[in-house]
Protein backbone atom coordinates (compact mmCIF):
# COMPACT_ATOMS: atom_id res chain seq x y z
CA UNK A 1 0.00 0.00 0.00
CA UNK A 2 2.70 2.67 0.43
CA UNK A 3 4.44 1.81 -3.03
CA UNK A 4 1.15 2.54 -4.38
CA UNK A 5 -0.21 5.37 -2.27
CA UNK A 6 2.65 6.75 -0.62
CA UNK A 7 3.13 6.94 3.30
CA UNK A 8 1.69 10.31 3.74
CA UNK A 9 -1.89 8.58 2.43
CA UNK A 10 -1.82 5.16 4.58
CA UNK A 11 -2.52 5.02 7.68
CA UNK A 12 -2.57 2.10 10.14
CA UNK A 13 -6.37 2.17 9.44
CA UNK A 14 -6.32 1.36 6.05
CA UNK A 15 -3.78 -0.85 6.74
CA UNK A 16 -5.91 -3.33 8.57
CA UNK A 17 -8.47 -3.20 6.57
CA UNK A 18 -6.39 -3.79 3.04
CA UNK A 19 -4.81 -6.94 5.36
CA UNK A 20 -8.83 -7.81 6.84
CA UNK A 21 -8.13 -8.26 10.05
CA UNK A 22 -8.98 -5.40 13.22
CA UNK A 23 -7.34 -1.88 13.81
CA UNK A 24 -6.92 -3.37 17.38
CA UNK A 25 -5.01 -6.25 16.20
CA UNK A 26 -2.76 -4.15 14.09
CA UNK A 27 -2.07 -1.61 17.22
CA UNK A 28 -1.26 -4.49 19.30
CA UNK A 29 2.03 -4.92 16.91
CA UNK A 30 2.78 -1.79 15.80
CA UNK A 31 1.32 1.36 18.03
CA UNK A 32 2.26 3.60 15.08
CA UNK A 33 2.70 3.99 11.53
CA UNK A 34 6.29 5.29 12.40
CA UNK A 35 6.57 2.35 14.48
CA UNK A 36 5.47 -0.07 11.08
CA UNK A 37 8.68 1.91 9.05
CA UNK A 38 11.14 1.54 11.49
CA UNK A 39 10.59 -2.36 11.34
CA UNK A 40 10.15 -2.20 7.69
CA UNK A 41 13.43 -0.07 7.54
CA UNK A 42 15.42 -2.38 9.59
CA UNK A 43 13.89 -5.19 7.03
CA UNK A 44 16.09 -2.94 4.33
CA UNK A 45 19.16 -2.79 6.43
CA UNK A 46 19.38 -6.39 7.38
CA UNK A 47 19.06 -7.60 3.59
CA UNK A 48 21.62 -4.84 2.55
CA UNK A 49 24.03 -6.00 5.17
CA UNK A 50 24.14 -9.39 3.81
CA UNK A 51 24.85 -7.93 0.52
CA UNK A 52 27.68 -6.13 2.34
CA UNK A 53 28.59 -9.57 3.50
CA UNK A 54 28.90 -11.37 0.17
CA UNK A 55 30.98 -8.16 -1.53
CA UNK A 56 33.64 -8.95 1.43
CA UNK A 57 33.82 -12.64 0.42
CA UNK A 58 34.13 -11.99 -3.82
CA UNK A 59 38.12 -12.00 -5.42
CA UNK A 60 36.78 -9.97 -8.31
CA UNK A 61 35.38 -6.60 -6.74
CA UNK A 62 34.26 -4.66 -9.69
CA UNK A 63 31.90 -7.92 -11.21
CA UNK A 64 30.98 -8.43 -7.19
CA UNK A 65 30.66 -4.82 -6.89
CA UNK A 66 27.82 -4.43 -10.00
CA UNK A 67 25.93 -7.93 -8.68
CA UNK A 68 25.86 -6.48 -4.89
CA UNK A 69 24.79 -3.16 -6.71
CA UNK A 70 22.18 -4.64 -8.74
CA UNK A 71 20.73 -6.98 -6.05
CA UNK A 72 20.33 -3.97 -3.89
CA UNK A 73 18.47 -1.90 -5.81
CA UNK A 74 16.38 -4.27 -6.64
CA UNK A 75 15.15 -4.81 -2.50
CA UNK A 76 15.20 -0.65 -2.55
CA UNK A 77 12.60 -1.05 -5.19
CA UNK A 78 10.86 -3.65 -3.47
CA UNK A 79 10.37 -1.27 -1.15
CA UNK A 80 9.91 2.04 -3.15
CA UNK A 81 7.80 4.15 -1.44
CA UNK A 82 10.54 4.81 1.25
CA UNK A 83 13.29 6.28 -0.94
CA UNK A 84 10.90 8.38 -3.19
CA UNK A 85 8.86 9.37 0.66
CA UNK A 86 12.65 9.94 2.55
CA UNK A 87 11.99 13.43 3.03
CA UNK A 88 8.90 13.22 4.14
CA UNK A 89 9.73 9.68 6.46
CA UNK A 90 12.51 11.78 7.38
CA UNK A 91 10.63 14.65 8.91
CA UNK A 92 7.55 12.67 10.27
CA UNK A 93 9.96 10.41 12.10
CA UNK A 94 13.47 12.01 14.49
CA UNK A 95 13.80 8.52 15.82
CA UNK A 96 14.24 6.95 12.26
CA UNK A 97 16.20 10.32 11.25
CA UNK A 98 18.76 9.76 14.05
CA UNK A 99 19.35 6.01 13.26
CA UNK A 100 19.21 6.43 9.35
CA UNK A 101 22.15 8.71 9.88
CA UNK A 102 23.94 6.28 11.92
CA UNK A 103 23.43 3.61 8.75
CA UNK A 104 24.45 6.01 6.71
CA UNK A 105 27.96 5.96 8.43
CA UNK A 106 27.85 2.34 8.56
CA UNK A 107 27.59 2.81 4.80
CA UNK A 108 30.02 5.15 4.27
CA UNK A 109 32.50 3.06 5.88
CA UNK A 110 31.68 -0.10 4.20
CA UNK A 111 32.62 1.94 0.71
CA UNK A 112 35.67 3.24 2.15
CA UNK A 113 36.91 -0.27 3.09
CA UNK A 114 35.93 -1.03 -0.78
CA UNK A 115 38.06 2.03 -1.88
CA UNK A 116 40.98 0.32 0.10
CA UNK A 117 40.49 -2.91 -1.19
CA UNK A 118 40.73 -1.58 -4.85
CA UNK A 119 43.67 0.18 -4.08
CA UNK A 120 45.25 -2.76 -2.98
CA UNK A 121 44.99 -4.73 -5.87
CA UNK A 122 46.26 -1.87 -8.04
CA UNK A 123 42.37 -1.21 -9.41
CA UNK A 124 42.24 2.27 -7.63
CA UNK A 125 44.80 5.39 -8.07
CA UNK A 126 46.14 7.48 -5.90
CA UNK A 127 43.48 10.52 -4.81
CA UNK A 128 44.78 13.39 -6.26
CA UNK A 129 43.50 16.54 -3.94
CA UNK A 130 42.60 15.95 -0.40
CA UNK A 131 39.11 14.49 0.08
CA UNK A 132 38.49 13.42 -3.16
CA UNK A 133 37.14 10.09 -2.06
CA UNK A 134 35.01 11.17 0.22
CA UNK A 135 33.06 13.31 -2.21
CA UNK A 136 32.99 10.45 -4.54
CA UNK A 137 31.39 8.56 -1.38
CA UNK A 138 29.15 11.29 -0.53
CA UNK A 139 27.91 11.45 -4.59
CA UNK A 140 27.09 7.46 -4.31
CA UNK A 141 25.49 8.56 -1.07
CA UNK A 142 23.12 10.70 -3.45
CA UNK A 143 22.73 8.43 -6.41
CA UNK A 144 21.58 5.42 -3.83
CA UNK A 145 19.04 7.45 -1.97
CA UNK A 146 17.04 9.57 -4.81
CA UNK A 147 17.64 7.17 -8.17
CA UNK A 148 14.46 5.69 -7.78
CA UNK A 149 12.74 9.08 -7.11
CA UNK A 150 14.30 10.40 -10.43
CA UNK A 151 13.22 7.00 -12.10
CA UNK A 152 9.60 7.66 -11.21
CA UNK A 153 9.42 11.33 -12.85
CA UNK A 154 12.40 10.42 -15.89
CA UNK A 155 11.88 7.22 -16.84
CA UNK A 156 9.75 4.69 -18.98
CA UNK A 157 11.46 1.10 -18.48
CA UNK A 158 10.24 -2.44 -17.55
CA UNK A 159 11.22 -2.80 -14.28
CA UNK A 160 14.67 -5.02 -14.37
CA UNK A 161 15.57 -2.89 -17.17
CA UNK A 162 15.40 -0.22 -14.72
CA UNK A 163 17.33 -1.48 -12.00
CA UNK A 164 19.83 -2.58 -14.07
CA UNK A 165 20.16 1.23 -15.65
CA UNK A 166 20.66 2.83 -11.90
CA UNK A 167 23.44 0.32 -11.02
CA UNK A 168 25.33 0.82 -14.15
CA UNK A 169 24.94 4.14 -13.28
CA UNK A 170 26.78 4.07 -9.97
CA UNK A 171 29.47 1.79 -11.07
CA UNK A 172 30.42 4.36 -13.65
CA UNK A 173 31.19 6.65 -11.02
CA UNK A 174 34.34 4.50 -10.19
CA UNK A 175 35.85 4.25 -13.63
CA UNK A 176 37.51 7.93 -14.01
CA UNK A 177 38.92 6.47 -10.56
CA UNK A 178 40.30 3.26 -11.75
CA UNK A 179 44.12 2.73 -12.77
CA UNK A 180 44.83 1.12 -15.91
CA UNK A 181 44.66 -2.01 -14.39
CA UNK A 182 41.34 -1.44 -13.35
CA UNK A 183 39.78 -0.19 -16.16
CA UNK A 184 40.33 -3.06 -17.87
CA UNK A 185 39.02 -5.38 -15.19
CA UNK A 186 35.92 -2.64 -15.76
CA UNK A 187 35.79 -3.45 -20.01
CA UNK A 188 36.34 -6.88 -18.73
CA UNK A 189 33.24 -7.39 -16.90
CA UNK A 190 31.01 -4.50 -19.22
CA UNK A 191 32.81 -4.66 -22.56
CA UNK A 192 33.66 -1.04 -22.55
CA UNK A 193 33.81 2.00 -20.34
CA UNK A 194 30.99 4.19 -19.66
CA UNK A 195 28.94 6.34 -22.30
CA UNK A 196 28.44 10.03 -22.74
CA UNK A 197 25.35 9.55 -20.98
CA UNK A 198 27.42 7.81 -18.10
CA UNK A 199 25.85 4.38 -18.60
CA UNK A 200 28.02 1.13 -19.76
CA UNK A 201 26.40 -2.28 -21.09
CA UNK A 202 24.61 -4.82 -18.65
CA UNK A 203 27.02 -7.44 -18.21
CA UNK A 204 26.30 -11.50 -18.40
CA UNK A 205 24.46 -12.59 -15.05
CA UNK A 206 26.40 -14.34 -12.70
CA UNK A 207 24.75 -16.72 -10.49
CA UNK A 208 25.76 -17.10 -6.86
CA UNK A 209 26.43 -20.47 -5.15
Known amino acids: M ?5 VSDVSLRKIAAELGISHTNLIYHYKTKNDLLDQLHRRILEAAQRENEQ ?15 LTGFRILYDYRFFMIDLNYIMRSNPELHRFFLEVEAIRAGMYRDLLHQLA ?87 KRD
Request: proline share 7%.
Open 120 to 206: AQDLLRSEEYPEEYEQLIRSIRVLSDYWIASAEIYDQLPVPELIARYARLLLSMFYPYLTERGKQRYRHHFGQAPNTAGEVPTPPSK
Open 55 to 69: LKKEEDLIGGLYQTT
Open 2 to 6: FNKYG
